[in-house]
């Protein structure tokens, strides 16, 4: 059964830091891997969604990277700023493809 | 098309009562799925469409809940003898096959 793990749970960093976010998961046999937003008490934004093929994606100051092999995914955030301050959580389709798997996700919190 | 919308954004209801929503996506998507959250963790997979099937249940849809996508255009989500363990924020998404998903606002239900 797949499982997606994101460590940590939470992050406090001051603006302008550059950051890391870990997302592990159980069963390699993926073919994508999505990164999402949520800030509190709304639904989640998709930031971005790497195939399998892929090693990376890049949104502006966002950067996901995928290693398939080590069932791991990292986003990395350059110089953070408050408005970064929300909830990343990262989601694997399970095995038929047909829903997301999520993580318990990372907050962060960005202080000027 | 301003994405994926959610009704009504929050529900209190009495143990015991029915609730409905409904969730209207992303006109051209032909996958609709629905997912539960509570406090702290990630979403968790309950039943998807594509166009009017109902391809999947999850475990975790008990025989209380019901979803129907009439002509595969919005969906609802009606929860029959709500209790307490219910409250929760229901989300809805919507997709092309193995794109990105899309999230709506959610709905925020109260079993009081």
């Known amino acids: 059964k797949q499982e997606v793990t994101q460590i940590p749970a939470a992050l406090s960093v001051p603006e302008g830091e550059n950051l890391v976010l870990n997302c592990s998961f159980t069963?390699?046999?993926?073919?994508?891997l999505q990164w999402f937003r949520q800030d509190p008490g709304k639904g989640l934004t998709s930031l971005l969604l790497?195939?399998?093929?892929?090693r990376e994606q890049t949104s502006g100051r966002l950067n996901a990277s995928l290693d398939k092999s080590s069932g791991r995914s990292t986003l990395y955030i350059a110089a953070s700023q408050p408005g970064d301050s929300a909830t990343y959580l990262c989601a694997v389709p399970n095995q038929a493809g047909t829903a997301l798997i999520f993580g318990k996700g990372t907050t962060l919190s960005v202080s000027s | 098309d301003t994405g994926v919308s959610q009704n009504p954004r929050h529900k209190i209801t009495k143990r015991g009562q029915n609730v409905t929503f409904r969730c209207d996506p992303i006109?051209?998507?032909?996958?609709l799925y629905w997912y539960r959250q509570t406090l702290g963790q990630g979403p968790e997979f309950l039943t998807y469409f594509q166009n009017e099937a109902q391809l999947e249940k999850s475990r975790l849809l008990s025989d209380r809940f019901s979803a129907e996508r009439p002509k595969g255009s919005f969906s609802t989500l009606e929860i029959q003898r709500t209790e307490q363990g219910d409250s929760a924020m229901y989300l809805c998404?919507?997709?092309?096959?193995?794109?990105?998903?899309?999230f709506g606002s959610g709905t925020q239900l109260s079993v009081l």
């Open positions: 998404a919507s997709s092309l096959v193995n794109e990105k998903l899309f």
């Open positions: 006109s051209e998507h032909n996958r």
């Open positions: 069963d390699s046999a993926i073919y994508n």
């Open positions: 790497i195939q399998s093929s892929q």
